[in-house]
């Protein structure tokens, strides 16, 4: 996840290559171990990743933690108590620091891991199962996902915006709102469908789509809603 700024011509995918070779390679091993301890981390990596780049660009101010002169991000309605993975960043840094200190930005950490995690839940690089036994059948669940090449150079930010924050998408907006808003940051219909899969790799609290499920009045296919009941 990229935005359109004035420093974007900056970032290349070898920006480490000289000054932390072992870049990549510490944070993708990082978040293999994370992930192959919960499976659900790597989705929460890809939406910590998202609700970052959305307020105010790829910048880690989400990272950001209360002070005298900032009010947390972490703080939002949208992320607070929800958005995950803090802990697996901070680790990663702490290696990274080890290896080449001062050297790789937490926003690429964060940018690098979303891919990592999407790539490490895929059967092509890490396969983990999740099995349910349901009358001696054992059903084995595959999570999988792509990897993409991503620009390096990112700076931190020392700044956040809860007020930003705030405004994230929302699973209550209607599709006109959503399209609209993710135009505002220049992606497309279709953008918007590839970001708001990603979710679906993941878990959701039920009180969030309750409503749906059970209304008579949802445009969700009677045959998935009634799958999604308790």
Known sequence: MVYHTQCEAQLSPAFYDATCPRALKTIRTGI????????RMAASLIRL??????????????LLDDSSSIDSEKNAL????SVRGFE??????????SVCPGVVSCADIVAVAARDASFAA????????KK??????????????????????RRDSTTASRSLAENLPSFTDGLDKLISTFATKGFSARDLVALSGAHTIG???????????????????????STRRL
């Open 122 to 129: 895929s059967k092509s690089s890490l396969i983990f199962y």
């Open 78 to 81: 949208p992320n607070f108590k």
């Open 32 to 39: 293999r171990n994370a992930v192959s301890r919960e499976r």
């Open 49 to 62: 990743h998202f609700h970052d780049c959305f307020v105010q660009g790829c910048d880690a101010s989400i």
């Open 132 to 153: 349910i036994t349901i009358r001696d059948i054992v059903l084995i669940e595959i999570v999988g996902g792509p990897s993409w090449t991503v620009k390096l150079g």
């Open 88 to 97: 697996v960043i901070d680790s990663v840094k702490s290696q990274l620091e």
């Open 203 to 225: 878990q959701a609290q039920c009180a969030l789509f309750r409503d749906r499920i059970y209304s008579n009045q949802s445009d969700i296919d009677a045959g998935f809603a």
